[in-house]
Structure formats: C-alpha cells, structure tokens
C-alpha cells in the first residue's frame, strides 16, 4: 500500500518556464517532508523540505508547497533549466510512523533546452 | 568530505549464495537505512537502525538481515539471495535533531543481479 504517490511519471518543461511536480500522501500522520533529486548512475540527494508547521519552504528556485488538508505537496522550479533533468522523489516521515522513510515512485522531469 | 560508502557498486551472484553489501558513513548519524529501488515501486525501505544494536524492520525486510555493531557501519546480509532480489539497493544515514531525524544522504547505489 503506497502511502506516497507521485502519479505522474514523467514530466517536460520548457527552459525558463515553470516545472510542478506533485505528490499526495495518505497517511495524516506525516509530520515532515522532503523532495530528493536523483541522477542515473548516483544516489538521490537531498533538494528541500518542509514541516507540517509551515505551508511554504523556498530556497533559491525551489520552492515546495504543503496542503495539509488535501494531503498534497508540490515542488516548484523556477526558472527550469537543463541541469534540473532527473528524477524527483518525494518522500515523508513521521515520530508516530515507526520512524521510517516513505518515498514516493519518483517523477523524471525534463527540460529542454 | 561528508559522505556514505557501498561497497560493491555492481554485484552479480547466484541463487542461494550467501553475501553482504557494505555501507559506511563518516557523519555520525545516528539513523541508517537500506532501500531498494524498482521500477514502478520507488525507493522501498527495507531496514533501518536509530543507532547502535537497534535495528527495525521497514516495508520489505523479507529474505534481508542487517547489523549495527557500530554507528559508522550498517551492512546489508542476503543469506539466501533469489531473483527477486535482484535491485538497486542504497543505503542512507540521517541525524537525529530534536527528536526527529533530518534530511538523509545516499550512497551512491549497489546494482544487485541474482541468478
């Protein structure tokens, strides 16, 4: 049972403009959220977070957004630029989870130049 | 420089033979944790430890034995490995910070092959 899902595989954005990539969580008890950024051939690193505390975290380009109420978080780049093509997974924890990690089936963004 | 080490990055074996896949990191964390990554599924957790001789399943520990004898070191034991194990395995530590755990860092992947 998937309790994060990341229902678009894949994703292309032209260079410059917007890319939105969503996720959406079932389980109410998730307190803390993160997006990670994998590239063929390494492991994911780490691109931001946010605690359930807040609605908006920014750093640089990356913006993400959380809806508590819709269970739904979503990652803004901005601008998008080539670098930026790699698979994303969203990811989200909780203390009343059994302190485990669930990550999301990743979404492989594309920016053509 | 901060960092988490498998060790091997590819590994083809056979059905039924016994092998571990080394993971160290040179951060301190406290929480570390095995993943493997397929097609369609993501990154599932397999096991996880929040520090030294404390060790919990995660969503697939089926045919998987970890140990944390140390808090740099976490292997991964397949006793028995079947074709179904066959995967991208990472390994992860994170910090514990105010009684939650931050952001995790990767190594950098172990594609397993069992035949």
């Known amino acids: 049972d998937q309790q994060v899902k990341q229902n678009s595989p894949s994703l292309s954005v032209q260079e410059g403009r917007i890319s939105i990539l969503n996720c959406d969580y079932t389980n109410s008890m998730f307190d803390y959220f993160l997006w990670y950024k994998k590239y063929p051939a390494e492991g994911p690193t780490f691109l931001i977070s946010?605690?359930?505390?807040?609605d908006k975290n920014e750093d640089g380009r990356f913006t993400v957004f959380l809806n508590k109420s819709a269970k739904h978080l979503s990652l803004h780049i901005v601008p998008s630029q080539p670098g930026d093509s790699a698979v994303y997974f969203c990811?989200?924890?909780?203390?009343?989870?059994?302190?485990?990690?669930?990550f999301g089936t990743g979404t492989s963004l594309t920016v053509i130049p | 420089e901060a960092q988490v080490t498998q060790n091997p990055r590819y590994l083809i074996t056979v059905t039924g033979k016994k092998l571990t896949v080394t993971c160290s990191q040179n951060m301190n964390h406290e929480y570390m944790s095995w993943y493997r990554q397929d097609p369609g599924l993501g990154l599932r957790q397999i096991y996880y430890?929040?520090?030294?001789?404390?060790?919990d399943k995660g969503d697939v520990p089926e045919g998987y034995k970890v140990s944390r004898k140390e808090k740099r070191n976490f292997p991964l034991i397949l006793e028995s490995p079947s074709p179904n194990q066959t995967s991208l395995y990472f390994c992860?530590?994170?910090?514990?910070?105010?009684?939650?755990?931050?952001?995790?860092?990767f190594g950098q992947g172990t594609r397993l092959t069992v035949v």
């Open positions: 946010i605690s359930s505390i807040k």
């Open positions: 430890s929040m520090n030294v001789e404390v060790t």
């Open positions: 990811a989200a924890s909780g203390l009343n989870t059994g302190n485990q990690f669930y």
């Open positions: 992860a530590s994170s910090r514990l910070l105010d009684s939650s755990f931050t952001e995790a860092f």
